[in-house]
């Protein structure tokens, strides 16, 4: 089975200030990774996945994200911040032999002016 | 257009009460899927249909029942409701059921049992 961790729970940050997220997995095989963001009262957005390939990753909103194998690790990463990122940030993972999304307990983003 | 909705998006009711969650989804997806998230905002999966098959089914009470009329349809029944069946509940579709494929999730219904 796969989990995933998010080693942050709360991350407040300046406007225009860089953010990371942390997020590690365990999976006994190769797997899919993928960000998501939840804004204040509204469903789940993708923001970007890893399927293969290139191991840096772009999404929208200016989002990118890394996939390190050996630190089993896809950490999120924007360079300047808005006010507009406030939101809950949610790292998942599914097998590539499954579909079953396994979601980390989520990063809470507060950017503050 | 909304790709994913869900009615209704709030729903208060009483402990004991049979109250039904009614998710579309019009992006021609063939596979669905009802996750649960709780107080503290952990999501987790539900149940899926592909093609109106059950492909998940996680170890839920069996007072929730899904049933996918078809593809664009997913809807969630659940019986004699318990306090701790609040939470909001999302609705979310995909092309197919491979792992690849990104969900597109709807807005939430955030189920209230008093």
């Known amino acids: 089975a796969q989990s995933v961790t998010q080693l942050d729970s709360q991350v407040p940050v300046f406007e225009e200030a860089p953010v990371e997220l942390r997020c590690n997995y365990s999976?006994?095989?190769?797997?899919?990774l993928f960000w998501y963001v939840q804004y204040p009262n509204q469903g789940l957005q993708l923001l970007l996945k890893?399927?293969?390939?290139?191991?840096l990753v772009k999404g929208i909103n200016g989002f990118e994200a890394e996939f390190n194998k050996s630190q089993t690790s896809f950490h999120l990463r924007k360079p300047s911040v808005h006010i507009s990122d406030t939101a809950e940030y949610f790292c998942?993972?599914?097998?590539?032999?499954?579909?079953?999304?396994?979601f980390g307990a989520g990063t809470t983003v507060t950017v503050r002016a | 257009d909304t790709a994913v909705s869900q009615t209704p998006k709030y729903l208060v009711t009483q402990m004991g009460n049979d109250k039904s969650i009614k998710c579309e989804q019009n992006?021609?997806?063939?596979?669905m899927y009802w996750y649960k998230q709780d107080s503290k905002k952990f999501l987790k999966i539900m149940f899926s249909?592909?093609?109106?098959?059950?492909?998940i089914n996680e170890t839920v009470p069996n007072r929730f029942s899904p049933k996918s009329p078809d593809k664009a349809h997913l809807n969630l029944h659940i019986n004699s409701l318990e306090l701790g069946d609040s939470a909001v509940y999302f609705c979310?579709?995909?092309?197919?059921?491979?792992?690849?494929?990104?969900?597109?999730f709807g807005p939430g219904t955030r189920l209230t049992v008093t």
């Open positions: 998942a993972v599914t097998p590539s032999n499954d579909y079953k999304l396994s």
């Open positions: 249909y592909n093609n109106k098959e059950l492909i």
């Open positions: 890893y399927l293969s390939g290139s191991t």
């Open positions: 979310a579709s995909s092309q197919g059921p491979t792992g690849s494929n990104e969900q597109y």
């Open positions: 999976s006994s095989v190769s797997v899919y």
């Open positions: 992006l021609g997806h063939d596979t």
